[in-house]
């Protein structure tokens, strides 16, 4: 069975690679299909974008399962934001680092336990027969006063999980894999592949 990965992101598909080891799955990328085109995420939340991936590619080639995923950072002070703009959250163009810094000014005078996030991973799922499924992965943890760390990119300096007792940014690969949010996603995605390909037989 093909599962085509709505992304050329390197990182992302080696982990995703990791979760999906199946024999029975073929994993293609975007480059692998021959796809280039920019797919515009306009959704309002990171499940809406999701959708939209999988539902373009589908369009492109309805043969194979589809999966695709989005990423944003939700803070319980800030009323979920930034969300499905964390990318984006100081602007166009912005780097990763305009973003954090943005986010640290915005919450200079918030006290620790008004600091509580979420980073938030929707999947896609588009089965060959139209079905969709959406499943959500999730890490809990606060937003530090200043970033720590150099082993991550996004908001994970400034993300802290209590439990680990540090930053995203301050764990080796090994330890983000295990607690990761998108991983968490994925799984439940790979598990709703097993259930798909269980009835076909």
């Not at 930034?82 to 959250?89: D, H, K, L």
């Amino acid at each position: 069975m093909q599962v085509i990965l709505a992304t050329n992101n390197k990182h992302k598909i080696k982990e995703i690679k990791s979760i999906l080891r199946d024999k029975k799955l073929h994993i293609l990328t975007l480059k692998d299909i021959n796809f280039n085109k920019k797919i515009i995420e306009n959704g309002e939340t990171i499940s809406e974008n999701a959708r939209i991936k999988a539902r373009t590619i589908r369009k492109y080639k309805n043969d194979a399962i589809i999966l695709s995923d989005d990423t944003g950072l939700e803070v319980d002070f800030l009323a979920k934001a930034p969300g499905v703009y964390s990318s984006r959250f100081a602007g166009p163009n912005c780097s990763y680092e305009d973003n954090y810094k943005k986010l640290l000014w915005i919450m200079r005078d918030v006290s620790w336990n008004k600091r509580k996030a979420t980073f938030k991973t929707a999947v896609c799922v588009i089965f060959p027969d139209g079905r969709e499924k959406i499943v959500i992965g999730k890490l809990n943890g606060f937003i530090t006063f200043e970033p720590r760390g150099k082993n991550g990119f996004g908001y994970d300096p400034v993300f802290f999980i209590p439990y680990k007792k540090k930053t995203y940014a301050e764990m080796t690969n090994k330890e983000k894999n295990s607690i990761s949010h998108r991983k968490n996603a994925f799984i439940k995605a790979y598990k709703l592949i097993k259930e798909y390909m269980k009835n076909k037989i």
